[in-house]
């Protein structure tokens, strides 16, 4: 498996093959929680979504400053076909996936990422 710093150095097309390579291969991906839910990002076209990881330890690194309070959940690729894909879709929320800090992240549909994962 690649280290933490090893993806955040790869150019965003490697990171996003990576990604879904990762989340395949373990059957989970992670979101940031806490006793309100999951952190939710607004993207510089002013999309909102859920920023989501391939690792713990990647979501962990978002978990500073305002989110200092928040841990890593795990969400099985089974649940998160059917229930998150049709509730982001209903609150028209994108997935931002494995956000890197200083770039502008990966947007996708909840239904073109559910399409990545199969």
Known sequence: MIT???????KPE????VFFSTVKEQGE???LNDEHGCVM??????EEGIPVWPTASLAS???????AHCEPKAISLDVWKERWTSGMSKDL???????VP???SELM?????????I
């Open 4 to 10: 933490d710093n090893d993806f955040f150095n790869l």
């Open 14 to 17: 490697q990171r996003l093959a």
């Open 29 to 31: 991906l992670f979101i």
């Open 41 to 46: 990002l607004t993207s510089d076209e002013d």
């Open 61 to 67: 690194m978002w978990a500073d400053q305002e989110w």
């Open 93 to 99: 929320l994108h997935v931002i996936l494995a956000p």
């Open 102 to 104: 200083g770039e502008e």
């Open 109 to 117: 549909l909840p239904e073109d990422f559910a399409e990545k994962l």
